[in-house]
Structures are given as C-alpha cells and as structure tokens.
C-alpha cells in the first residue's frame, strides 16, 4: 500500500532531532529571562489539616514577594478542561487554607535567587489543625465528618460530599440477570492496578512574565497550551486575547500534563502580584506529589454460554483518586467504555465509584483506564478459556468487537462504527513470529528458571471525536501556508510530545503536495497566533491533529491550483503535482500537456507578484470517528524461582495504525509504550504511610524502582509488526499508536509469569516477593 | 555567603568564576554559564541526566561540587562536537530513532561517546553496563542501543 507514497511511510532524521542532540533544545526548565525572580511553593506537612494562621514576617524581611490563600483568587475550577462544563466537577482553588494530602500547598515566595526564595519559603510560620486523615478508601467512605472536601461544584451546580465519595458513574446495556441466568460458566474475579507515578524527566515547571499592556505570557511544561489559556484567564480575570501561552517541548509527559499543572497557577499568581517574570521548577520530590496514574481495584463478573459467546458482564470498581478531581467522571466513563469495547457482551453493567483520599492526586497516565481495565479483562479471558476448554485466543478471535461495530472511544457518550480492523491479521502473524503454540506445548521443567509464554490484545481510541457531540471536546486548529520558494509552513498548537507527531503533520502535507519532507517546516506556536487545540491526549495526535493539518492542506492546496490555473491558462481541475527526484523540485503541471508547467515556487512568487495573494489557509476541524488502534503483545519471560525476579527474554508486538506514517517512530512508540507497561507490571507503584500519609518511597527517585536499559530486550528480540490496514477516515489511512502501545501489556506479561509458574496473578504490581510467596504456597 | 574564585575549563574554555563553597557543578553550568543541555532530573544522582564529561569520563555534574572541577576538562553535550557540526554519536541518535522527547539525550549521548571513545567495538552488555544508571522514560532504550552500536561503528570509520 505504501507503493503510492512518496514520503509517507518512509523515515526521516525527525525535526527536532538536532536541537535535541546537541542541547540547543530549550524547554521550560531551561528558560531564564532579565530580572526573573524564582518562586518556591509552601506546602503542607500534613495529610489532613487546616491552616490557623499563617505569619510571612520573617519571609518578607528578607525582601520576597509573598502569597497565599488569604490574597489570591478563590473561585473553584478544575485544572482539566478536555470535557464539557456539564460533565466537570470543580473542586480546586489556586490555594487553600484546608490541606488535603502532604505536599498540598497553601501560599508561595519569590525571591531574586531560588537559594533566596527556598530560605524565605523555610521562614514562613504556620499554625496547624491537624485533621483526621483518610488513607484507604475503606476509611474515606467510612468517615462522616472532617470530610476531605465539603462541597464541590458540577459546573456551576453546587454539591455536597458525603462519604468522600467524589463522583459515581452506571452504565447498563441489556438485563444482566438475564444474562447469567443464560451463562452455562460465570466466573468473578478481583483486580488492582496501581499508582504509577509519571516519571516524566523534566519535572513541572512553568515561567511567567507579566506584559506591560495588563497581559501575562507564560512557557508551561503542558499538552494543552489552549486549554492553559482559558484556564489562566479565568481565574486571573485577563482577558483571553492577553494570555499567551507559548508551545515549548516538555521533557516528557506521559498524560501528566493533559491538565494545567497546579505550578503554572501559582506562578501565574506570583508573578502578578509581584509584577515580575517568576519560574519555578518543581523538585523532583515535590513533582512525585503533584500526580500519579489512577490506580484501580474492581471486580468482574462474566457469563459465558459453553460455546464461548458472552451472556453478562458486571464490573463493579472503585478508583482511589486521592486528594482532588481531575475530572474523575471521565475516568469512570472511560473505564465502561474501554471494556464495552473489548469484547462483545449481550448485557453489561458497570458502576464505578470514586473515593476522596489524602493522597497524591491521581490523573490521566498512557492508556487512561484502558491499562486498568485490560489487564482485568484479558485475564478473565485466559480463565475462562480454560475454564470452556477452548484455546484462549480463538475465544478471543470469536468475541472481540471489530469491523462494522461500535466502539465507545471515550466513555458511553463517544461512539462511532469501526472501518478498519487489523485483529486477525496481526495474532496470526504474531503467533508464528513467536512460535507461540510451540512454546504454549513446552515442558516448564523443575529447574530454578521456568520460562513462559503470554498472549493479550487491546486498542486504544484514535482522539475522541465521534459522529455526535459528546462529553469531550476534540478538534485541532491548523494553518497551511507556501511560501515564495516553495516551502511550506505548518502553524498550529498541536503538540508533540516526542512520539513524532508533528514529523507527521509534515510528513502528510508533504505528500499532499508532493513537496519533500525538508521543505515542510513547523512553525513555532503560542496561543495567541493559533485557534483552538484541545490537547494531545486519547491518542489524537496523529488521526485528528494532523489530520486536521491534513485537510487544512488540501484547502491551502486548492487556492496554489487556483493561482496555478491562472498562471498556465488552464483549469485548477486539468492540474496535477509532480515531484521530481533528481532536483528535489515539484512542479504543477497540466495533465496530458508537460509543457505548460510551473514550479510550486514559481506559482507562488507569480501569485504574490501579481498581488493576487498568499496560498494559505485556516479552519478547524472535528474528526467524527474515534477508530480503536489496536495491539497485541506476545511476550516470552523467565522466572527465577530462587529469587522471584522475572527476566523479559523476546516480545512480538503488533500495531494496527492504519498507514504508518512515521515507522520507525511508531516502533518506537511500542517499545516505550511496552517499557513503562512492564514497568507497571513488575515494579512501579507508589504508597502512603499509613499514618503520616507520606509517600513510603520519600519521593525519592532511589526508591521508586523503573526499568533500565539493562532489562529491556534488544531490537533483534523485540519485534514489532503493523497491521495492513487501512482508516478511510483517517488522514491517508492512519490512526494511532500512542496509549495503545501500553494497553494490551500488561497482560500479557502477566499471563507469561502464569505460562512459566501456573499462578495467576490479579494484583499488580508483581513484585519478586509476590512470586517467591506465590511459590512457596504452591511448593512448586 | 563566602564565595572562591576559581577557574574552569568547559568546552575548552576557561571560565573565571566565583562560586560559593558548596555550589554543584550542575548549577553553574545551567545557571552561570547557561549550558542548558545539562540538565536537573533529581538532584540526587539517580537519573544521570545531569552527565557531563569530566577528562573523558562521565560524571553525575548534580553531585560534584564546582569546586572540584579546578584542573579538569569539562565537555557539556554543547561541547561535545568539538567545533564540528556534531558528533558522530549525535547523528546515530537521530537516524535511529532514538530521540523521542530528548530530556535524557545529551547525557546519553555523552555517556556513550565516553564507552565508545575507551571501547570502540563495544557488546551490546558494555553498552547497557555503561547507560544502566541513565533514565530514559520514553524510547524504552531499545532504539538507544541500537543507536550507540550504530554511532561506534560511525566513530571507528572515522578514527
């Protein structure tokens, strides 16, 4: 399929390569600007309390600028701003006088050195309440009083909390009592994912300058410089035409930066008052406090007729989501859908709860419950097929949801019909790259290493758009210019965020304009130039952001052929592009009469000379399908039964993205997307005292163990393949890879360990103590 | 606070500084000398995105004092290149697709210029020995071993 492309499909050194080679990259923690004062955030010591009084003397003699809950804005808000305001809980302000976990912060100091303002920060005197605190949900949803927020507001509704129970949220399709009244099998099972942190390398950071004309521009660690924008705004009262928000690379985000990250609140507040540029860059013990992957504990119930066909499924789940909502309801939301779309049910039932808890607010990491929910799912689908005696993937081949179905990409309220599906296709090659039943046959021995083989599949959503409006907002604002000699300009807010997707932008207008990929640049973007992006999220960078970039060309391109048609005498319609090899140039030609040519550049020089005007244009688009990317993952580990460590020998990974625009990119989304998944799975995961209510590591990278070079297979073991398939709505046949490239991970690894020594785990992570007690129980 | 003056090599420039007693090496080169490709993970050692080349040998710049520079080359990853347009370790970073967000890149690409520069023909176990200490939260180090084979064969064709 890839024959008739010019330059999509084919790889290039990607665009930021240079700068991010040779450290010329400039991210925000990075930038410093004349007379910059730093700012350093107070924060509670406690999991639970109230602020009596707060006494900045000592601070402000030493000349900082000081800030607290008593001086700033106090109206609520939710730092999200992806779904509609209907579908919004609002429980944050910038700073409050009632802490909710340890880290949470009540007010903050600028001074001329960060030496200074860390002095000055130290010097603050505070008078405590200490509060009961809530550490489990158990003890949350028990309490009564001293609740962790009293009243919150669904957009402008006020809501009062009882139970530290944040949101709930069913969904019900068909009768399921109906359901497993017909089952001839039904099993039930309980799972839990856990808090992961991030681990994002560039901690959170944002620098503000206040502009002379009442204005603030600010450079954020974000994935939505738009939606930092209407935030800021906001809450600041300044109008939106003066808020600029400057698209800077951040050194990794990983779904943390989907909302507006507290710092850049509280250095905007800061530096207003202060009316000086402020930057504050989080350490990196204070960003292990700021967010954490929403961990999970749900149990599942599934009926299955013997033929192997779903009568009923019932998931019942609560999310620990600590101290604040970042937008929970989505999360519930999400969670239903993703499992409604795995596997086709004839009745479903799903409730899920969220709990308020004194801990590390949780948000939006790769996957977005997807993760959570796939690791239940897929394993309950290893049980049952040993349970009905069937293999575990032809049960899977006869139940999965596919083409001309309904895939929910974001929640109940985000629908649309499949039109591309690449499931068969990559488990059967996958099967053989692997040898999976001839190692599926193996004999485990009785040695001290057992190996094993593990099987699952998933998807994640291609963005969030769908063929009706629903609880999410999604579209990307682009602009298409060409330029004078021929080059062409990309201007929109997209971001990337290191997977490549604007390389793929420029990769799809190059080849609508048959242009090579060199002359396509990225124009730098801040909120003010651009139109609206809703954020890199859901996997949306390539099928809507630029496939919106993609179709904005096509436009650009009808104005160069209109210009074109008037330059050669002919009829836009009689044109076409041809890109020649050997002068690197492209020509517009009329078809059937080579001589009547010019150059893009000619065209456009002509147009501009005869003040006809510029080849550009602006729009923004709406995708109005979310296609499901799916992956598979069959992975081969060796258990160490002396020491309960689990060795990743040989993955084969399979992506169904449509066309691929950027292939070795996209390999490289998988072996990331596999990295932090086996992370999840083997190590990561983040507690609280139970007391205290600090986290047990310290927040010290020394004790939050991820995976390093040395346990991760080499390319010659790490296999990726891509469907060959194509998305009709996607631009030139793509989807995405991104959050799909962790999904269906983790069980897989998880079904391996089973392969290797016959336990079934349902809770992760898996550490090595799990394994060796696991072993002992069964004297294997 | 008391401050030293001292003198610095880094990127074969010597830099007359006066820094305070128990100034990092990782601050004065962010903060002073504003070689921002050295960059703040941890502050604990952990990372290694903070590595810098001292006398050819990678160092965590987060846990050595400024101090203890005096009389030693220093190589950011700004320096790295050596007045040429870029080092052949940069060049594979990029062909192999190795750079995704770029935040651990410089100390990568230092610390593997270093092993290839000591062990031209490195294994694949030489080079996860070396890089075992360095973070990378993105690419999941597949494309950075291959990248650092490519770039040490890139290195011998020109030695």
Known sequence: MYENYQFVGKDYPRKEGKARVSGKEKY???????????????????AHARIKSIDFTEARKMGAVCISYEDAP????????????????????????????????????????????????????????????????????????????????????????????????????????EGFKQADVIIEETFETPRQYHCQLETKTCVVRPEPEGGITVWPTTQA?????????????????????????????????????????????????????????????????????????????????????????????????????????????????????????????????????????????????????????????????????????????????GLGEIFWGQGPTIKSKIFSDGVVELIEKG????????????????????????????????GTGAPMPGEVKDYTTAQV????????????????????????????????????????????????????????????????????????????????????????????GSLELIYEEDT????????????????????????????????????????????????????????????????????????????????????????????????????????????????????????????GIDEMPDEDNFEVIFASTYEPTGPLGAKGVGEAAFNSAPPAIASAICDAIGVRFTKLPISPEDILEAIGEKKL | MNTISIELNVNGRDWQLSVAPNEMLLNVLRERLHYTGTKYGCGIGECSACTVLMDDTPVLSCQILAVQCVGKKIVTIEGLAEGQESHPMQDAFIEEGAVQCGFCTPAMVLTAAALVKEKPDPENQDIRDALRGNFCRCTGYVKILKAVQSGARKMRELS
């Open chain 1, 28 to 46: 925000p923690s990075d930038l410093s600007f004349d007379h910059m004062l730093y700012g350093r955030i107070l924060r509670s010591p406690y």
């Open chain 1, 74 to 177: 106090d109206q609520f808000f939710n730092v999200r701003l992806v779904s509609i305001p209907s579908a919004t809980y609002k429980d944050w302000t910038i700073f409050s006088d009632h802490m909710r976990q340890v880290g949470d912060f009540y007010g903050a100091v600028a001074a001329e050195t960060e030496e200074l303002a860390e002095k000055a920060a130290r010097a603050v005197r505070v008078e405590w309440e200490v509060l009961p605190s809530y550490l489990t949900m158990e003890d949350a949803m028990a309490a009564s009083e001293n609740l962790i927020h009293e009243k919150v507001y669904l957009h402008d509704k006020e809501v009062i909390i009882r139970n530290n129970i944040a949101c709930t949220r069913e969904v019900v399709e068909g009768d399921i009592e």
């Open chain 1, 225 to 401: 410089v738009h939606n930092t924008r209407i935030l800021l705004g906001k809450v600041f009262t300044i109008p939106l035409n003066k808020v600029n928000v400057v698209r800077v690379p951040g050194g990794g985000h990983f779904g943390s930066g989907i909302h507006t990250n507290p710092v850049a609140l509280i250095t905007t507040a800061l530096a207003l008052k202060a009316n000086r540029t402020v930057k504050i860059s989080l350490s990196r013990e204070e960003d292990m406090y700021d967010h954490v992957r929403y961990p999970s504990k749900y149990t599942l119930k599934v009926g299955a007729r013997r033929d192997g066909t779903l009568t009923a499924g019932h998931m019942k789940a609560y999310i620990d989501i600590g101290c604040h909502h970042v937008q929970a309801l989505a999360f519930l939301g999400v969670m239903s859908g993703f499992w409604h779309s795995l596997y086709r049910m004839e009745s479903m039932k799903y409730e899920g709860t969220a709990v308020y808890t004194n801990k590390v607010p949780t948000c939006a990491m790769q996957g977005y419950g997807a993760p959570q929910v796939t690791f239940g799912v897929e394993s309950m689908m290893d049980m049952l097929a040993e349970k009905l005696g069937m293999d575990p993937i032809a049960l899977r081949i006869q139940n999965y949801v």
């Open chain 1, 431 to 462: 099967a053989e790259r692997i040898k999976y039943y001839e190692l599926k046959k193996q004999e485990k021995g009785s040695g001290r290493y057992r190996k094993g083989i593990g099987f699952a599949r998933g998807f994640h959503t291609s």
């Open chain 1, 481 to 572: 210019k060409v330029n004078e000699d021929g080059s062409i300009d990309i201007l929109t807010a997209l971001m990337d965020q290191g997977g490549g997707t604007l390389d793929a932008a420029a990769k799809i207008v190059a080849e609508e304009f048959q242009v090579s990929f060199d002359k396509v640049g990225i124009s730098p973007a801040d909120s003010r130039s651009t139109g609206y992006d809703v954020c890199t999220h859901a996997t949306r960078g390539v099928y809507c952001g630029a496939g919106a970039v993609h179709e904005v060309a096509k436009e650009t391109k009808k104005i160069l052929f209109d210009y074109a048609s008037r330059m050669l005498d002919t009829y836009p």
């Open chain 1, 584 to 707: 690197g140039e492209t020509r517009i030609s009329v078809v059937g009469n080579p001589e009547r040519t010019a150059t893009i550049a000619e065209v456009a020089d002509h147009a501009m000379n005869k003040d006809w005007g510029t080849a550009i244009f602006s729009k923004s688009i709406r995708k109005t399908a979310c296609p499901p990317a799916y992956t598979n993952y069959f992975v081969e580990v060796e258990v160490d039964t002396h020491t309960g460590h689990v060795r990743i020998l040989r993955v084969v990974a399979g992506s169904d993205a449509g066309t691929v625009i950027n292939p070795d990119l996209a390999r490289g989304q998988m072996h990331g997307g596999f990295y932090r998944s086996a992370g999840m799975v083997l190590l990561e995961n983040t507690q609280h005292d139970g007391s205290t209510g600090e986290l047990t590591n310290k927040a010290s990278l020394l004790d939050y163990k991820m995976m």
